[in-house]
């Protein structure tokens, strides 16, 4: 769960990091901080789908685990 809802973030950050700063190079300011805001508010989101997904994959980890023992 740990390891998926970190994975998410971090792809997060980097995308919307990213973003933010080629508007600040190519863009204007505001365009900037718009972006900075919607990826503020989707971080929430975003860590709750990656730790979904973490559980999704342990359970389906264990599964497998389970077939093969």
């Known amino acids: ?3 998926g809802a970190v994975t998410a973030l971090t792809g997060h950050v980097v995308v919307f990091g ?3 700063l ?3 190079i190519n863009g204007t300011w505001p365009g ?3 972006w900075l ?3 503020v508010s989707l971080a929430l989101a975003t860590l709750l789908l990656g730790a979904v997904a973490g559980v999704a994959g342990g359970m389906l980890a264990k599964f ?3 077939i093969r023992s």
């Open 37 to 39: 805001g919607i990826g």
């Open 22 to 24: 080629y508007t600040l």
């Open 64 to 66: 497998i685990e389970s």
């Open 18 to 20: 990213a973003t933010v």
């Open 1 to 3: 769960m740990t390891t």
């Open 32 to 34: 900037a901080l718009t």
